[in-house]
C-alpha cells in the first residue's frame, strides 16, 4: 500500500496542476498572502522531504523568443546538488544532451539553471522575488497541487523585452524507496 501510494505520488509530482496566486501590479487580498502561503508550501516540502529523503531531481525549462528551448535537470542527493544536465533543442526538433556535470564538476559550464536545491528556490523566491515593490512589479506566485513551489517571478511594469524574472519548476520527481539514489 504504501509502496502504491508513493509511486501515486511520484507520478502525480511530475504532471502536476497549477494553483496559483497571482498578482497584476494591485494590492490585493491574495498579494497579501503570497509570504504566509510560500511559508505553508516551505513546510509542506520540508515535510515530503523528511518522509521520503532528500533525494529528487527537478527541471527548470527556458524557451527563448527565437524559439531555441533549453532544459536543465539537476539531481539532488542527500540534500545536495550532485549531477546536472543540459539538453537543447530548436522548435520542432527532439531535445539533445549538450552536456552533463557531476559533483567535481558543478559549475563548469554557464549554460543551463542555476546549481540549486528546491530550498535555495525557495529562499530565492522570498528574498528576491516576493520583497519587490509591487508598484513596479507583478508577482507570480503558483504552487501544484501538493502544495510545493512550481512558479515564483516578477514582470517589471511597463517593460518592453525580457521583462520576466524568476523561478519555474518543470517537473519535480522524488525516487520511491525501491528507486531511492545511493
Same mark, same amino acid.
Given at each position: ?57 527537478? +527541471? ?16 539532488? +542527493? ?9 539538453? +537543447?533543442w530548436? +522548435? ?21 539553471a ?59 520527481r ?9
Amino acid at each position: 500500500m504504501r509502496i502504491a501510494m508513493v509511486l501515486l505520488i511520484t507520478l502525480s509530482l511530475v504532471g502536476c496542476a497549477d494553483f496559483a496566486l497571482i498578482n497584476r501590479g494591485n494590492t490585493t487580498i491574495v498579494d497579501k498572502n503570497m509570504p504566509s502561503a510560500l511559508a505553508n508550501s516551505l513546510r509542506t516540502w520540508s515535510k515530503l522531504k523528511r518522509q521520503y529523503g532528500a533525494n529528487y531531481s527537478y +527541471e527548470r525549462h527556458v524557451t527563448t523568443s527565437s524559439g531555441h528551448n533549453n532544459n536543465t535537470i539537476l539531481h539532488i +542527493e542527500d540534500d545536495r546538488v550532485e549531477y546536472r544536465d543540459y539538453f +537543447e533543442w530548436q +522548435e520542432g526538433y527532439m531535445p539533445t544532451l549538450s552536456w552533463s556535470e557531476s559533483f567535481a564538476d558543478l559549475g563548469r559550464h554557464n549554460q543551463g539553471a542555476a546549481i540549486k536545491t528546491i530550498d535555495q528556490l525557495y529562499v530565492q523566491c522570498q528574498q528576491q522575488i516576493l520583497s519587490k515593490p509591487r508598484a513596479d512589479f507583478s508577482i507570480q506566485l503558483a504552487l501544484d497541487q501538493f502544495n510545493i513551489l512550481k512558479q515564483c517571478s516578477s514582470i517589471k511594469i511597463a517593460c518592453v523585452t525580457d521583462c520576466k524574472q524568476g523561478i519555474r519548476i518543470s517537473g519535480l520527481r522524488i525516487p520511491t524507496e525501491s528507486t531511492q539514489l545511493k
